[in-house]
């Protein structure tokens, strides 16, 4: 259970500083590529590894919920 806490607040953690963070470095840029989208994978694949695929989707909706979030919010 303890692992399960770590890895939804590590996901929250995450999805939040990529998604709803300012990135004012690549805004000078049109077309930079946006890498921090990559940074939440790692935290994916431990829920696939560890959790099974109840685990990884539940990860997925976290991510897509905060990306949902962060969208709406501009």
Do not use: N
């Amino acid at each position: 259970r303890a692992e399960a806490v770590l890895l939804v607040g590590a996901l929250c953690t995450v999805g939040i500083v990529v998604f709803a963070g300012p990135i004012k470095s690549l805004d000078a840029i049109p077309d930079a590529p946006r890498t921090l989208l990559v940074f939440p994978l790692p935290f994916l694949l431990w829920a696939m590894v560890r959790f099974g695929p109840l685990g990884t989707s539940l990860s997925l909706l976290v991510t897509a919920l905060i990306a949902m979030w962060a969208a709406s919010q501009g």
